[in-house]
């Protein structure tokens, strides 16, 4: 059974040069692989060039064409390495206000949460507003990103489509949470670069996962502000109860 995404190469052999496909991959490729203005995220570039990361491109780009997709790809992540990532393009559009990119993200992982029938892990509360919320899916947490073409300050949430990024929470084990200087030395580099590409300060709010205040929601979706982002839903992932979510309300 074929994959229902792709390694980096055979988005090559899948799609021709014209495709919007093709289009906005070798923007994004370009964007990591660039020497010349380095990407902050050095995990993700070093992802890109060992072709540990994964890519897909549903289209319509919905909880139900990604579902499939994404529960696939974690069921395998783990073989293909630790810097792995699933990458999802939506196919390009006319460029939308910044809060309808919100939206439409949020509306995309609460639809997942809903169609999702495995148990999130005991441990991660489905409470959003908690230290140790994640998005979850298939049983397994996961730090979700987004980028749009709206995004003109923080270059580096700027993608030619709406762009929404998977990474599993186990890739992040022994790195954030790591004594070693080395690794240490790497956070701090990928603070460097971002404080470099972006014309606007890094966020207030990044923080690390667990850590007492930290909300992982606020680092979801980062506009070109560094307002405090209010809680996009009283109810996502909560399951249990799926007539009481208040689509587009905030907490």
Aim: net charge negative; hydrophobic share 40%; glycine share 6%.
């Amino acid at each position: 059974m074929t994959d229902p995404f792709y390694k980096k190469d055979a988005v090559y052999d899948a799609f021709p040069a014209s495709s919007w496909q093709r289009i906005v991959f070798s923007e994004f490729e370009a964007t990591l692989s660039s020497s010349s203005r380095p990407f902050p995220c050095v995990f993700g570039v070093s992802g890109l060039k060992t072709g540990q990361l994964r890519y897909a491109f549903p289209d319509p780009l919905t909880p139900e064409t990604l579902a499939p997709i994404l529960r696939a790809y974690l069921a395998q992540a783990r073989e293909f390495g630790r810097m792995t990532s699933l990458a999802v393009f939506a196919r390009p559009g006319p460029v939308q206000p910044i809060e309808d990119y919100r939206t439409r993200f949020w509306d995309l992982l609460d639809g997942l949460e809903t169609i999702d029938d495995t148990p999130r892990p005991a441990e991660v509360p489905a409470a959003l507003d908690t230290d140790l919320w994640e998005f979850c899916f298939a049983g397994e947490p996961v730090f979700v990103v987004c980028n749009s073409p709206a995004h003109v300050l923080r270059q580096s949430r700027r993608s030619t489509s709406f762009m929404v990024t998977f990474q599993p929470r186990w890739v992040f084990e022994g790195i954030l949470d790591s004594d070693d200087p080395q690794m240490q030395r790497a956070l701090q580099g990928v603070r460097e670069r971002l404080a470099a590409f972006d014309a606007i300060p890094p966020a207030p709010f990044l923080g690390t996962y667990g850590a007492p205040g930290n909300r992982e929601f606020h680092q979801y979706f980062i506009d070109d502000t560094n307002e405090t982002p209010t809680c996009p839903f009283h109810a996502l992932g909560d399951r249990a109860a799926p007539d009481t979510r208040k689509k587009g309300k905030v907490a």
